[in-house]
């Protein structure tokens, strides 16, 4: 993603209120989103369509991206299953992500939770590349510190490292954050800029990605009747 800046003014979160709420764009394939290859399986049943965010708690553009994909999957409601996959490296062992998968073993994962997450790591500069840093964190958040640390080093969590790692490839992943329509149609903030190349901040870029991923949404339920 383009480098901008992190602070939004007033005037760009008026106009991400003004691009949010307008009607869905007509994104092109190949320009504001891509379609896989290979469909891949999702969760989802009936006409509800599985949308999955690929992050990155210690990237900084889906922590500035955070607000906007939360009120936006808040707006969709029962339309869709929405999950998020940290993003993996494979040989290198992240934390943050083994604190995700983490949390989300333990059901302890809530929505403030993970936006407290982000910003022990971008407002407290606390980057929690340590596991004692993640305990400590933890433990602060009112999550059992010895239960958390048996789940962490458990197989089940490195079970769910592995999956990122095989999801990444099998989305072809490769930058963050990225989300994922019902198996078929991949799209990014700066993939929703790609063709217009208008927007100067972030509150831009995802107005204009909320606008794809309503249009990517409503494609892929029309396809399931």
Sequence with gaps: MRVLKFALSAAALSVFALTSSASPA???NGVEYKTLPTPQPVDAVGKKVEVIE??????PHCAAFDGALNAWVKKQGDNIVFKRVHISRP???LP???????????????PELHT?????????HNPMRRDEQVFDFIARQGVDRQKFIDTYRGFGVAGSVRRATAMMDAYAIDSWPTLAVDGKYITSP?????????????????GEVVQVLDALVAKAKAEKK
């Design 26 to 28: 007509d994104p092109k």
């Design 54 to 59: 690929f992050f990155d708690y210690a990237c």
């Design 91 to 93: 040989g290198t062992d």
């Design 96 to 110: 943050q992500e083994k604190m995700f998968f983490t949390l989300q073993a333990m059901g302890a994962l809530t």
């Design 116 to 124: 407290k997450a982000f910003n022990e790591i971008h407002v407290n």
């Design 190 to 206: 700066s993939q929703a800029d790609a063709e217009k190349q208008s927007a100067t901040t972030e509150a831009q870029l995802h």
